[in-house]
């Protein structure tokens, strides 16, 4: 069972790379499922219990940084645990699916503890050591490599009883919070921006953006539009104003 | 004065603009894109993969390591877009640079397609082109046929790497293009661009920052449900809006990310124990 | 049942300047409630039916001076009336809404009646004179009081079969009337103000405030803050412009 | 010169800024704001109530008799807002009284202000606060218990007081700390009020008159909905804006506002009488 | 036979070209019925028919060119098919219906085939010709009275199945097909009219009133009263600015 | 200089205004306005007609032959508004010629209004005055009795010719009141038109360019829709705009509007046959 345990647990490092890195999509159930069949070795199981895991997964879309139960893990576990238990592949769903939720509650933990490395990087970037930032990235892969190997490892080698029970001691509601604060991490991002961005000429177009979506629910797309159409009019209307008198522009950025 | 300093920093001190990107530059950038998300995280989101892809061009440009040091600065600032149409945004940041535009218009074109574009990837990729072709293929997997993976990976390739180097290529081509004009004009342009970015960045707070009261106040036969009673009546997204002028308002006060991102857990957590959020 | 009644109309009075001052809702039929209770001799009662008439009234809300069915007037008929005639409170509730449409209509009336002594305010103002407003207010409170009085005196004294039999005499039409004369009362209030602030130059924000209101339905919270938007773009971005030629500002100012 | 002759009109004649309101005189305004709505009516609304609760500030700022005119006049116009969070407004209207700002910009503050704050208002306590306090009140007094006015009475006013005690400071606080720059530059600030203010009353003007028709033409097998089929397809909210629009231009020949409301009363009777609105 | 069928197709031919021309609506079907029924000497027949057929189109409006089933072809076969085989006049909408739908697909090829008569007007124009102006449209009046005429004379004069099964040989999804490209063709136009307006100092307004439109939905007056709202702005505030220094003027104009 | 040339093609030469048009003028214009689609077609929509019924006015206005070429050149470019409301339009173009306006001025506020009026046009006509005096008419004609028709045309073409008339006298003489203060000012009204001119184009586009894709990928169980799934969610009415673009784009590269007239008959047909549109 070890080999096994190992070599699946190998493949989930790969496929966890190439969820967010790559994106080959080799990481989608429909793939796993044959992996985990040869591994596993029963080719057939594992190609109709990954169909079947890939149709669940189906339109739970990675937006923006919402993190859906973790598809790799949960093909992973799904077709494992219908070979190994030989089960009914619609019966592997129902165990795949907590280990993909609690998958997903460590993403949020991994994304926020590599918040700091960032300013490592920004030293990198002063320095103009740009092997630096290729490392801090090749460190991020590793991380990710290595932290899918073990979740994966454990539960094929010990047993999905024995997983579950270790999973269902972390407690709902903390799964649950962290999940809620992975939604409102944009926020932080946003923030950095406003700190670079936003100067009192331009805060009326913040506004402007924010009325847009939070009231009318337009797309992106459409603000952008919009901001654009209010662009090519000031640039282009205006434009004989500020070409004027070159001492005014002076006023416009150092700004009131 | 102030504006004169300012400007010196929002300016290359090299404004020569004879380095000419390759093809074979342009690939490379390609192929590391592919690493974008690489060191994602919360703080910077793809920045840090972004500045690794934006290398090669970066070096090549920036002879002085005075102005390499201001770019690489400028790139490791936040961004996030869709990973395959990323390669378009490279293209033309990528011709920015080598014009030398000024570094405010670079980050407001950085800023105001990022947003628009993660939108239209989001729908172009995960919601058509990976439901199509992996319906296709688990369809036949689940009859037990091994075609089924294949014609899955080779559908879904063909797209994802036609379009990744044929946008870097046609970003860059786009930008070199239509740059020129552009840098005549710095602060015209760099205007337009705030508009533009801003406006993307006040909807970017209302689309993406998930944030809810599930506070219900219940009294005698009476119940008021604080967000659709009274926030979304008056104005919805006032939380994820409250929540980003906090976060930018700690920030200004010294606060460092890092702090804020704890901070972020520690709410999310606790609210959901609290029941509140 | 002089004493009480007029006990009672005195309770009106103040809960009916309470309604539009001080606002400290002491109005509220739950409160009522208790006060008829203790004139009338029954809290236990008095209590029950304005906890009753409270959630018949709540949500009931007096927005940009549309007026719901008089709350002041309900509350008090039918705390009365329920235990007068020891009725079960739920009764009480049919007898109090026609007395309360009634009174509704009788406000837009006062309102209405109220409008001319603004006249004598406005001359108050161009004297300078700051005791003549203050009296204007005291007289307004004053007919609240009266209006109040009587109107809650009459039913309770002479029985509510009587007073039915006279609201009953008001035909509905005119009633509703009333109140639909109420609802398009604002557009002088806004023709005013339209009067002093409307000028050429500013015309298209009216049209923007209107449309965005009439066709997208925008709250005017929303509304403001576009507004502001554009403000804060005319007056930032567009300041270099103004504030060259002196000369040109007359422009401005004057018009065409 | 029809320019001066209005700018003089609009100008306090004594620019000195040398009073300021104490704690107490805000008070005052504070407790005098319950009577805001002492002489509510069609024509002005609050505005009588307003000017009341004004009284102490303008009284002690405008020491010549001329600029108290002018003031009083101008605070005896067309007003209406929340009665709670209008303390807030004559924190900040104060504060401008007090730093003599120019009468133009003083209006466009306070039309720009109230419609905003009425609909917030509107929200938070018609909506929010009545219905939890009065909830768990009836739910008492149902129970025969007295402690339901009781309880209710506190909750309910607990806040109310601190909100028109409290908003009345932090306005004039706020007031104070902005009103200084907006100053200097009267003719723009008071164009960017313009701009606020206008566009509030056209939402107002959508909003808050309550004119439809209910004509409904039938003929034959075919019935055209006036209002639903055919205003309502092309200009929502049409005869809000035109009965608006046709007092403006009465009051505008001459009309007075006591004649505007005699026809508004019979137009809403007669229209009733006949069916059509 | 021969009489009636050439009376009945010089009525069609005439009110082929009020649909179009005119517009006092002697086309509609209740009218038709009405003429129809004295050509064939059965006004009573002719008015029933005429009064449902007209409740069958009520509601079916040519907006902006978009064309419904033919109405005049409709009433007219409608009326002549039910008075001829004497039947249920419900049943003769059920003939009607198919050539006026095919009728629509010919207007939609006659709509094109006039394009390319518009270079002959342009040359008129170009010759300050008025008289050759006019004569085009006397043409067009015509063709459209000769198309009705025999679309209308055929099938009284052979017969509704003789004529039906002519019909029933065009493809339903050609027909659908010219109908579809009817569609499109403003387009066109558009395209025309940007070939003359289009600026790029203007091209922001283009996407305003699109995005207006395909994102929010809102009628065309409501995006004109918006572009007159920022129209009324520019014009004014921006006033003082552009009437400054003469030498301004012509960069706007030259444009970038 | 191009932009001298340019100012001389849209002035008129002689810009005298001592012509007025007088009443049977404007009724001439009327009858003729009956034609206004005598000879419509997809290429121009309404323009002959228009310029048919415009006749009268500018042969009167135009004296040298070199006004009246340029005047008959711009009426015959691409026109649609509703039939009935369309001597509204005429009224005031006719005035604004009669005054010598811009050329450039006359066109934007030719396609300014046609869009609006078309929209109102629509619902009065087509949508309300229609249904109603059809439906009396057709409720009668089914009872057998002959006052159907006669009442259906007398009811509709009284408002019909009373707005068809009136509407033309009631345009001119708007346009004369508001037209001379307009010509002063040159450029910024002709600025001001093309605002509103193409904001209503942009408009015209997303609402009267009908087509949609019915493409639907079907992958195993997955199914989606191309129009509902993809482009109603990122840009709805992409398609209309696209188009439109690309017959710009083409009439810009000289293919003549006849050519795409065909192209788009093809297109329609072959994507029913393809059934992909
Ligand atoms: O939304 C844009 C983009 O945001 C993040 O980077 C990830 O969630 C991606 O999957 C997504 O495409
Ligand atoms: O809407 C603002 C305000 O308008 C009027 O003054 C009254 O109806 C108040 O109750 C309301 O809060
Ligand atoms: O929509 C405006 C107008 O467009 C075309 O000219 C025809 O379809 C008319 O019936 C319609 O009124």
Sequence with gaps: MLTEALLIALW??????????GLTHIHRPVVTGLVVGIILGDVQKGLVTGGMLELVWMGMAPLAGAQPPNVVIGGIIGAAFAILTNQDPSVAVGVAVPFAVAAQAGITLLFTAFSPVMHKADEFAEEGNLKGIAKINYFGISILFV??????????????????????????????????????MPAIGFALLLKIMLKKEYAGFLILGFVLVAYLELPILAVALLGTSIALYDYFINKSNDQTPPGNKEVITDGI | ?????????????????????????????????????????YERMQAAG???????????????????????????????????????????????????????????????????????????????????????????????????????????????????????????????????????????????????????????????????????????????????????????????????????????????????????????????????L
Excluded: C
Aim: no cysteine.
């Design chain 2, 50 to 276: 972004w500045l690794f892809s934006m290398a090669p061009a970066l070096e090549k440009i920036h002879k002085k390591k005075e102005d390499l040091v201001k770019s690489l600065k400028m790139h490791m600032e936040f961004f996030n877009t869709h990973p395959f149409l990323v390669t378009f945004i490279m293209g033309i940041i990528a011709a920015m640079e080598e014009k030398k535009n000024d570094i405010e218009t670079i980050r407001g074109i950085k800023v105001a397609t990022m947003g628009p574009l993660g939108g239209i990837g989001d729908a172009l990729f995960w919601l058509t082109l990976l439901p199509i072709s992996a319906g296709i293929g688990a369809s036949l997997a689940i009859e037990g046929s091994i075609a089924g993976p294949i014609v899955f990976l080779i559908m879904f390739n063909i797209v994802h790497f036609v379009l990744r180097f044929g946008l870097m290529h046609y970003g860059y081509k786009t930008g070199v293009k239509s740059i020129a004009k552009l840098k005549e004009n710095t602060k015209k342009v760099s205007k337009a661009a705030s508009i533009v970015g801003l406006s993307v960045v006040g909807a970017l707070i209302a689309s993406y920052i998930n944030l809810k009261t599930t506070l219900v106040i219940n009294a005698g036969e009476a119940s008021v449900a604080l967000q659709t009673d009274v926030l979304d009546k008056t104005m919805p997204k006032m939380l994820p809006l409250g929540y980003a002028l906090l976060m930018y308002w700690l920030l200004k006060k010294g606060w460092s990310p890092l702090k804020l991102i704890g901070i972020t857990v520690i709410i999310g957590v606790g609210g959901k124990y609290l029941g509140i």
């Design chain 1, 147 to 184: 932290s899918y190997f073990i979740v994966a490892f454990l539960p094929v080698y010990f047993g999905a009883d024995a997983a579950e029970a270790m999973v269902g001691m972390l407690p709902q509601t903390f799964i649950d919070g962290l999940s809620l604060a992975g939604g409102m």
């Design chain 1, 12 to 21: 989930a490092g790969i496929a966890g790379i190439d969820l967010f890195n």
């Design chain 2, 1 to 41: 004065m102030a504006s004169n300093n300012k400007e010196k920093d929002t300016k290359y001190s090299d404004q020569s603009t004879d380095v000419s990107l390759s093809k074979s530059d342009l690939n490379r950038m390609a192929w590391r894109s592919l690493f974008l998300q690489a060191s994602f995280n």
